[in-house]
Nanobody
Framework: QGKPVESGGGLVKAGGPLRLSCVPS????????MGWFRQAPGKERELVAG????????SCADPVKGRFTISRDNAKNTVYLQMNSLIPENTAVYYC?????????????????WGQGTQVTVSS
C-alpha cells in the first residue's frame, strides 16, 4: 500500500518529448514530497528531479535542467515528469518515489516508497 505506480514510458526518437506520470496506489501523495529517479544499465540510480508537497519547490539534476520539468496535480493525486529534447543518454528505467515528509528531498534515504519503474528508451 502506498507504492507509486509509474506510466508513460516507452520508445522515443532523440529530440522528442515524453511525459511520465506517477500515482501512489492506496495512498494520497498530496502531503508528501515526491521525486523521480533513473537507473541506466551499468550505472547507479540517480535523482532526476524532486518537489515538495505543493509543487512550490522543485529541483532538477544538472544534466536535465532546462529539458525536464517535474510537477504535480494534487487534485488528481498525480506527479509528472515532462521530458523534452530527449537524448540517447536519457535511456534508463525511471522510478517514482514518495518521500517521508512534505519537504522536497534530495537523497535516496529520504524516500519511503518506490515504484516498479518504467522504461524510457531514446533512439538516435
Amino acid at each position: 500500500q502506498g507504492k507509486p505506480v509509474e506510466s508513460g514510458g516507452g520508445l522515443v526518437k532523440a529530440g522528442g518529448p515524453l511525459r511520465l506520470s506517477c500515482v501512489p496506489s492506496g495512498r494520497t501523495c498530496n502531503s508528501y514530497g515526491m521525486g523521480w529517479f533513473r537507473q541506466a544499465p551499468g550505472k547507479e540510480r540517480e535523482l532526476v528531479a524532486g518537489l515538495n508537497w505543493s509543487g512550490g519547490r522543485t529541483s532538477c539534476a544538472d544534466p536535465v535542467k532546462g529539458r525536464f520539468t517535474i510537477s504535480r496535480d494534487n487534485a488528481k493525486n498525480t506527479v509528472y515528469l515532462q521530458m523534452n529534447s530527449l537524448i540517447p543518454e536519457n535511456t534508463a528505467v525511471y522510478y517514482c518515489a514518495a518521500g517521508q515528509s512534505s519537504n522536497m528531498h534530495t537523497t535516496d534515504n529520504e524516500y519511503a516508497y518506490w515504484g516498479q519503474g518504467t522504461q524510457v528508451t531514446v533512439s538516435s
